[in-house]
């Protein structure tokens, strides 16, 4: 069963904050002589979120790909209730993919033994994306098709729905962008016809600019933001990547490794041109104290631009969303071993014909989606050494990964994977899987559902019992079930199995909605 809201009994709100008192269950383990002794912790904490869900703009770098122009005309057609018609019927929008819109927490089982199940979104008090006046879409791209004709070049959504959403998008048009062909694939070239020059920066910052190296780009960025929030009334605002790939910035003792380093460099005509385009969007954000989400597999959060924001506490999180391919695996590995089995081959092959699988035909550009699908495993097979076992050496699955571009299937990605695990007694199980990955519309929600955490995350606060409040860690973590290489502060696991990635986020928001951590335990149901 499933309810729209539920209170807890005996919890009461104040109509400033949504808070609660939980106790946080943990271990401390040490080892002695190659023994571990665990020693169970308890700590006292309050959690607390503002309730106010504050307007909400969330600025993509890319707006106008597959991805931008997906999430835009389907976000529009949820906000306005748009339906539109197709050969199997009339369909009406949704945010399925949406793990925050479409997805339930168990509440609890009633007396006559019925489970009963609220939306996810009722947890916290999340910015709705429903209302038009709560949520908004706005950005860049090198690009300067308006948002109607980028949506038609996607070829995504249904024409019947395009004919439609075409008064709401024709009149949006990217913001001019920053472009360096060095860090995307050459046969992106054709498409910069909206960048960033002296004369607009003049524009932008009412002054001449000196454009020796990359600060002035970071000006403009950040007078754009400013000018965008003001122009739409927000009080907030979330930047996001989703533009083409990059290859992967040099990380350079002296240009990019710390704080000082990257802030210097960006005033060299020299070393700035080892700061991506990406990077710049990352530090501009940081100075504006905006939430920023690196949603493709480059290194844009290089060791200085961590350091940044953390000492400004300005949120960063990503890296690449884990839409299909990726998502499948971080489930099926996770479940091989932890039933015991174990892969010890893994061949993941895709072809995809949009402008993303162009982009990555480029080997540079390849390089880095290969190095984020790979590490994916990583931490569940080193959860097993009863699995992987070989002394002195750290034994892992074979595992090759091949994306090619073919033009025919478009944004109908195709993804096929074979995994071969050893079963008992030296036997060998086979598992072949065929996926067609829609990949725009599986990850346009993911976008915002990004954005809509990034954006909570930044109200939720936590304390000892009269400490200081505290904001969460400034690297996201908490937002790893949505990323292929999540991002975590230094000296911290990551964690890359999808169902404690969804337990972890689920959890928090559980203790501040004053409901039990999901513990599956259900001791009503097996004890008499
Ligand atoms: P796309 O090629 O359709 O869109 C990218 C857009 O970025 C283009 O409009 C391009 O003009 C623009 N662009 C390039 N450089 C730019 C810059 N410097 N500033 C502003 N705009 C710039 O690609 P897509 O399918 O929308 O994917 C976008 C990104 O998301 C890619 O990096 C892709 O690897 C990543 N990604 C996508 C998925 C998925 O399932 N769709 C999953 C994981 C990651």
């Known amino acids: 069963m499933l309810v729209d809201s539920f209170s807890v009994a005996g919890k009461a709100d104040t109509t400033e904050y949504k808070s609660s008192k939980f106790v946080y269950n943990n271990t401390e383990v040490e080892m002695k002589d190659g023994h571990a002794v665990v020693t169970p912790t308890h700590k006292e904490l309050e959690i607390r ?15 106008g790909g597959s991805n931008g122009s997906t999430l835009l005309g389907g976000l529009l057609a949820n906000q306005h209730n748009i339906s539109w018609e197709r050969k199997d019927g009339v369909c009406n929008p949704n945010f399925f993919g949406s793990m925050i819109e479409s997805s339930t927490v168990r509440l609890g089982t009633t007396h006559a033994g019925e489970d009963v199940y609220a939306p996810f979104r009722s947890l916290v008090p999340f910015v709705d994306p429903k209302n038009p006046d709560q949520f908004m879409l706005g950005g860049w791209d090198i690009n300067n098709d308006n948002m109607y004709a980028a949506m038609q070049k996607a ?13 709401y998008m024709e009149n949006i048009t990217p ?47 950040k007078a754009q933001m400013r000018k965008f929030k003001e122009e739409n009334n927000l009080e907030k605002i979330v ?51 905006v939430t920023f989400i690196n949603g493709s597999p480059q290194n844009t959060l290089v060791p200085g ?89 750290i034994e892992k699955p074979d595992h090759c990964i091949v994306i090619k571009y073919l033009k025919y299937v478009g944004d109908s990605k195709r993804a096929m994977d074979e995994y071969t695990s050893e079963i008992f007694m030296r036997g060998k199980n086979t598992i072949v899987l065929h996926n067609t990955c829609e990949d725009s519309l599986l990850a346009a929600p993911i976008i915002m559902d990004m954005a809509l955490c990034g954006e909570m ?20 973590n908490t937002i790893s079930f949505f990323c292929k290489a999540p991002r ?15 337990a972890c986020l689920e959890n928090i928001l559980r203790c501040v909605a004053g409901l039990p951590i999901e513990t599956n335990m259900r001791l009503e149901n097996r004890v008499m």
Request: proline share 5%.
């Open 49 to 63: 979120i503002s309730q106010h869900a504050p307007k909400t703009g969330l600025m993509l770098v890319g707006f």
């Open 155 to 167: 070829a995504v959504l249904d024409v019947t729905l395009q004919h439609k959403l075409r008064p």
């Open 175 to 221: 913001m001019p962008s920053v472009f360096d062909i060095n860090f995307v694939a050459a046969n992106q070239e054709d498409r910069a016809n909206n960048v960033i020059t002296a004369e607009y920066a003049k524009e932008m910052l009412g002054e001449e600019v000196d454009t020796t190296g990359r600060r002035w780009y970071v000006e403009v960025i």
């Open 239 to 289: 930047v996001l990547w989703t533009a083409n790939t990059e290859c992967f910035a040099p990380i350079i003792e002296g240009v990019n490794t710390t704080e000082a380093e990257l802030l210097a460099s960006l005033k060299d005509a020299e070393k700035s041109k080892h700061i991506a385009p990406s990077s710049l969007f990352a530090i501009a954000a940081i100075e504006e104290k």
């Open 305 to 393: 631009v961590i350091e940044y924001a953390v000492r400004n506490r300005s949120m960063i999180g990503g890296d690449d969303f884990k839409s299909g391919q990726t998502k499948m695996k971080s489930v099926l590995t996770d479940f091989l071993v932890s039933s015991g089995i174990k892969p010890t081959c893994i061949a993941s092959y895709n072809h995809l014909g949009n402008n993303d699988g162009l982009n990555l035909s480029s080997p540079a550009q390849f390089r880095s989606k290969e190095i984020t699908k790979a590490n994916v495993v990583d931490d569940i097979v080193a959860s097993n050494d009863i699995l992987y076992k070989r002394p002195g050496e």
């Open 457 to 476: 995350l930044g109200r939720l606060e936590i304390r000892e019992p009269n400490g200081e409040w505290e904001n969460f860690h400034p690297v996201m």
């Open 488 to 502: 975590v502060p230094d000296q911290t696991p990551i964690i890359n199995a999808l169902p404690a990635q969804r």
